[in-house]
Each structure stands twice: as structure tokens, then as C-alpha cells.
């Protein structure tokens, strides 16, 4: 049976209409011409069809096809990436040993992920910066996807950031920013923000640092996220301080406190308000 007549198939034993499988992901004529072999289905597309009528994509393509492979790598890709914003490096160490198999035939963008992970473990599980370091710049000229790419870089300029190489680190986010694409994931740029501001402030760049935190706010705002908005927050009332502006400071630090609280950041929450008693304490001795 062939792609188009096993999704007909099946939409029908799910007493599902063309719209209904179509609504959210593409048109129902594109259904149409995929169920009458017309055209070729993309894999992401065939992902969302396949979830919309809960089978796996193995039921369209069978356990060893190049469709399969690519469905269950994206899979991995994900839970990777939720473990490594939880810093749990040896969770992402035992994922990578258990799945050689399927890593080793990936190619292009998706071996260059797993390169890209395998330099962050140098760093952040086996603490091994410098080897870290000359792994993920040898890898860096070499990928082509263009938010991969700024990942890399924003990854080299943490290293240099660990090492306090605060010249090396500013540049290579500088390159990383001057990257940036209107298309591209805005988490990935406010993560870079974020550190080309940490690097900025760390150097006693206090104006220049405040310059890319309100990029990185706005960015977070009108996406409306609270996506490292609480940490924007954190950094503008610390650069306004330093800047001896401590009304706004203060507000600054406020907003970040409401954020971390929401958020459940208990380490943060403490530094936040920390820094607001401080902050007060000295504006009462003046």
C-alpha cells in the first residue's frame, strides 16, 4: 500500500475528514494531492500527519526506512535538548552512548547537533574547557545551518567566558549577533543576549551591557515569553546600579523578583532580592 492510501486508510478507520487532519498543519488540498500521490510529503510534515492520527511514522514508512531514522533522531535531538536546559550533562552523556547506532548515520545538519553536543560535554561533564574550546571552533566554520551555527559560537564564547578570556568571549558573540537572521528561534538569540551581556557587565561594560540587555527585553517581550525575562531583568537593575541609577535599579530588580517567583527559580529569586537589600541598604546610609 502505498504513503497516500495508507493515510486515507487510516483517516477514514479514525473517522477523520481531510480538514480536520489537514487544520494546523498544511491545507486540505495538500491532503488531497498526498492522498491521490500527487505530491511527495516533506518528513516534518509526515511527523504532524502521523501524530494527528496517532500512529507512529513507522506506520508509513516501516522500522528501517531513512524517514524513520530521520523521525526517531528529531526525537532524540528534542529530549536532548530539554536535558541540557536542565544542565543534566550525564543524562545527555548516557543518551548519546546508548544511541551510537543511530548517530553514526547521521549526516549534515543533524551529525553537526551531535558534534556540537559532544563539544559541550568536553566542557560541562568531563570539565576539559581547553579541549572543549579547540573541538567546537574546529567545528564551527564547517556547519551551515544558520541557527546551529550561532548556537556553536555562543558556546565558544562561553568557554572563553569559564576561562575570564572576556576579550575572546566578547568576540565571538559579537559574531554571533552579527549572525543573527529575522528567521531564527528567538530563544537561541536571547541565550546568546543573555551572555554577551554576562561577558559585558563581567568586564565592567556597564552602558554596552545595558545596550544588549533592552535588546534582549524587547526580543523576550514581544514574543511574550518569560523565556529568560526574569535574568534580562536581573542584569538591567545590576547594570542601572552600577550606572548609579538606582530608582530604576530597584524597579528593575522588582520585575525580575515577580518573574523568578512565578518561575520557581529559588536560586535567582534569593540573589534577586539579595541585591534589592543590599541596594537599599546603601541608598539608607547616604
Known sequence: MKLGEKIKT??????????????GICTQAMISRIEKKKVRPSRELMEKVAERLAVSIHYFYGEDSIESRYSQTAQLCRIIRQHLERREYESVSYLIESNEELIEKTIGEERDF????????????????????DYLIEMETDVKNGELRVE???????????????????????KGFDSFAEWMNH??????????????????????????????????????????????????????????????????????????????????????KLAQEQLQSAAGTE
Open 187 to 272: 530563544e537561541k538569540k536571547a541565550k546568546l543576549l543573555l551572555n554577551y551581556s554576562i561577558c559585558l557587565f563581567r568586564e565592567g561594560k556597564y552602558s554596552s551591557c545595558l545596550d544588549k540587555v533592552m535588546q534582549g527585553l524587547e526580543l523576550v517581550i514581544e514574543k511574550k515569553t518569560l523565556f529568560l525575562l526574569g535574568d534580562f531583568f536581573y542584569y538591567k537593575g545590576s547594570c542601572l546600579e552600577k550606572l548609579g541609577q538606582k530608582d530604576e535599579a530597584l524597579d528593575a530588580y522588582k520585575k525580575a523578583q515577580t518573574i523568578f517567583d512565578i518561575q520557581q527559580n529559588e536560586k535567582y529569586l534569593l540573589i534577586t
Open 152 to 174: 556553536v559560537i555562543d558556546s565558544i564564547g562561553n568557554q572563553y567566558l569559564r576561562k575570564k578570556q572576556y576579550d575572546l568571549a566578547e568576540a565571538y558573540y559579537q
Open 114 to 133: 551531535f558534534n556540537w553536543i559532544q563539544g559541550l560535554l568536553y566542557a560541562y561533564r568531563d570539565g576539559d574547557n581547553d579541549k572543549a574550546l
Open 10 to 23: 487510516r483517516r477514514k478507520e479514525i473517522k477523520m475528514t481531510q480538514a480536520e487532519l489537514a487544520d
